[in-house]
């Protein structure tokens, strides 16, 4: 996470619970945010409650109704930086401002602040209990907004059919992230809330948004930890430094040594299928089947090097904005509907900017590692190919026949006197 620190990365751990039960998240660093009424006896040992103290700060008016959220801090991460909370008047809002003096993720900003909200329905516009402009408000340096929205729209959940009233309640909280703006951490399609009943379908209510500032030092979003005793499953965001990551080597497959191959495959032997084959089961015995499989054809295939048209800034968020953009351009020629067009342009215009931030940030990553070797090659890079040193003449491709091209255009050869007449 920081420069000289004993981490290198660090965890937020985001879990709606209404009955919550604490288990081993994570070894690395960690904060916890919690939106909904906790119904545990006593916390973990290694886990701290951000709360101010009464002496140093003093705690603001209570807001009405029960508190919604709260937020832990891992005790390893509160001895290397300092941590304060930030309260609102709500009981469904909180954020903590983590500080370092000597800057976070080896960049220039030494704060880094994670807002927890917990969104409930009302009657009066815009039906939930926090504006948009509360939640989304524009910060300098990295801010991570996350929690329960109890929202459903087609960027984080593209296969769910939404009502006309759905559609204008979430789209206003989405287009709100667009004017500051902030990006969507969240990989649409991947659930966040499975109901204990059979009847409703599971969604995507627990949403993360990142700032600018904040997005290219989040390394990745996942679900990879089991239920927390309630229908919401955690989400753990990891945050990282950025690093100039160059695409990885593939497999060259033409170059496959097939007597090699064929060697190894006739000794080759799957595992056994299971005797009652469950879908679980026979997905799981597929994978490590073909996983099998995959690694010994890798293993005897050579390493191609990165395409020319690979790109070192790309990252599997663009991917993902590419694979956004291009379904709601399908949806939009299909349907040409006045939605289905603004879906199409708003997600054109996020995946533009993130393009255009990606290899701003790949850039400036390349100048402060930059050495003397590397200085002419940034040189060239900045200000494109040099002109050409020598004239574009047909015929003539280096400076030898560029020179004996012109003297043959400005000086030429005197041609032959004519015979002369009666003269054998």
Same mark, same amino acid.
């Given at each position: 996470?920081?420069?000289?620190?004993?981490?290198?990365?660090?965890?937020?751990?985001?879990?709606?619970? &209404?009955?919550?039960?604490? +288990?081993?998240?994570?070894?690395?660093?960690?904060?916890?945010?919690?939106?909904?009424?906790?119904?545990?006896?006593?916390?973990?040992?290694?886990?701290?409650? =951000?709360?101010?103290?009464?002496?140093?700060?003093?705690?603001?008016?209570?807001?009405?109704?029960?508190?919604?959220? $709260?937020?832990?801090?891992?005790?390893?991460?509160?001895?290397?930086?300092?941590?304060?909370?930030?309260?609102?008047?709500?009981?469904?809002?909180?954020?903590?401002?983590?500080?370092?003096?000597?800057?976070?993720?080896?960049?220039?900003?030494?704060?880094?602040?994670?807002?927890?909200? !917990?969104?409930?329905?009302?009657?009066?516009?815009? !039906?939930?209990?926090?504006?948009?402009?509360?939640?989304?408000?524009?910060?300098?340096?990295?801010?991570?907004?996350?929690? !329960?929205?109890?929202?459903? +729209?087609?960027?984080?959940?593209? =296969?769910?059919?939404?009502?006309?009233?759905?559609?204008?309640?979430?789209?206003?909280?989405?287009?709100?992230?667009?004017?500051?703006?902030?990006?969507?951490?969240?990989?649409? &399609?991947?659930?966040?809330?499975?109901?204990?009943?059979?009847?409703?379908?599971?969604?995507?209510? !627990?949403?993360?948004?990142?700032?600018?500032?904040?997005?290219?030092?989040?390394?990745?979003?996942?679900?990879?930890?089991?239920?927390? &005793?309630?229908?919401?499953?955690?989400?753990?965001?990891?945050? @990282?430094?950025?690093?100039?990551?160059?695409?990885?080597?593939?497999?060259?497959?033409?170059?496959?040594?097939?007597? $090699?191959?064929? @060697?190894?495959?006739?000794?080759?032997?799957?595992?056994? =299928?299971?005797?009652?084959?469950?879908?679980?089961?026979?997905?799981?015995?597929?994978?490590?089947?073909?996983?099998?499989?995959?690694?010994?054809?890798?293993?005897?295939?050579?390493?191609?090097?990165? =395409?020319?048209?690979?790109?070192?800034?790309?990252?599997?968020?663009?991917?993902?904005?590419?694979?956004?953009?291009?379904?709601?351009?399908?949806?939009?020629?299909?349907?040409?509907?006045?939605?289905?067009?603004?879906?199409?342009?708003?997600?054109?215009?996020?995946?533009? @900017? $993130?393009?255009?931030?990606?290899?701003?940030?790949?850039?400036?990553?390349?100048?402060?590692?930059?050495?003397?070797?590397?200085?002419?090659?940034?040189?060239?890079?900045?200000? &494109?190919?040099?002109?050409?040193?020598?004239?574009?003449?047909?015929?003539?491709?280096?400076?030898?026949?560029?020179?004996?091209?012109?003297?043959?255009?400005?000086?030429?050869?005197?041609?032959?006197?004519?015979?002369?007449?009666?003269?054998?």
């Amino acid at each position: 996470m920081l420069a000289s620190r004993p981490f290198q990365s660090f965890n937020i751990t985001a879990v709606g619970a &209404g009955r919550f039960r604490f +288990h081993s998240f994570t070894a690395l660093p960690c904060c916890l945010t919690l939106p909904c009424l906790l119904l545990f006896k006593t916390p973990p040992a290694d886990v701290r409650f =951000c709360r101010p103290s009464r002496n140093l700060c003093p705690l603001p008016p209570r807001p009405p109704g029960r508190p919604r959220v $709260a937020i832990y801090v891992s005790r390893t991460l509160n001895q290397h930086l300092s941590c304060s909370t930030v309260f609102y008047h709500s009981s469904e809002m909180l954020s903590v401002d983590v500080f370092s003096p000597e800057g976070l993720f080896e960049s220039p900003h030494c704060s880094l602040r994670v807002t927890s909200v !917990y969104l409930l329905r009302t009657n009066r516009p815009p !039906y939930r209990s926090i504006l948009p402009q509360r939640v989304f408000s524009f910060l300098s340096y990295p801010q991570l907004v996350l929690g !329960y929205f109890n929202l459903h +729209h087609p960027l984080a959940d593209p =296969c769910r059919s939404l009502s006309a009233r759905e559609l204008i309640i979430s789209t206003r909280y989405f287009d709100a992230t667009f004017d500051v703006p902030y990006h969507l951490l969240n990989t649409p &399609g991947v659930y966040t809330r499975f109901p204990f009943d059979t009847i409703s379908p599971p969604s995507v209510l !627990y949403l993360a948004f990142a700032n600018t500032a904040l997005s290219l030092l989040v390394s990745s979003w996942d679900t990879p930890l089991p239920s927390t &005793g309630s229908d919401h499953f955690p989400c753990v965001i990891t945050l @990282k430094p950025p690093a100039i990551m160059l695409p990885p080597p593939t497999p060259h497959w033409a170059l496959l040594d097939l007597s $090699a191959v064929g @060697k190894a495959l006739e000794s080759f032997s799957t595992l056994p =299928c299971p005797p009652k084959p469950t879908p679980n089961s026979l997905s799981r015995w597929f994978d490590i089947s073909s996983t099998r499989l995959t690694s010994l054809l890798t293993s005897h295939a050579r390493s191609k090097r990165p =395409c020319p048209r690979s790109k070192p800034w790309w990252s599997p968020r663009l991917s993902s904005l590419r694979r956004e953009y291009h379904m709601f351009a399908r949806v939009s020629r299909l349907d040409p509907f006045p939605f289905n067009w603004s879906n199409m342009k708003s997600s054109r215009r996020t995946y533009f @900017k $993130a393009i255009a931030w990606a290899k701003k940030r790949h850039w400036s990553d390349f100048l402060s590692w930059a050495t003397p070797r590397s200085l002419w090659t940034a040189k060239r890079f900045a200000f &494109g190919r040099p002109l050409q040193r020598f004239p574009d003449l047909p015929r003539a491709s280096d400076p030898a026949e560029i020179a004996e091209t012109l003297l043959d255009h400005f000086f030429p050869s005197k041609p032959p006197p004519p015979p002369l007449l009666g003269l054998t």
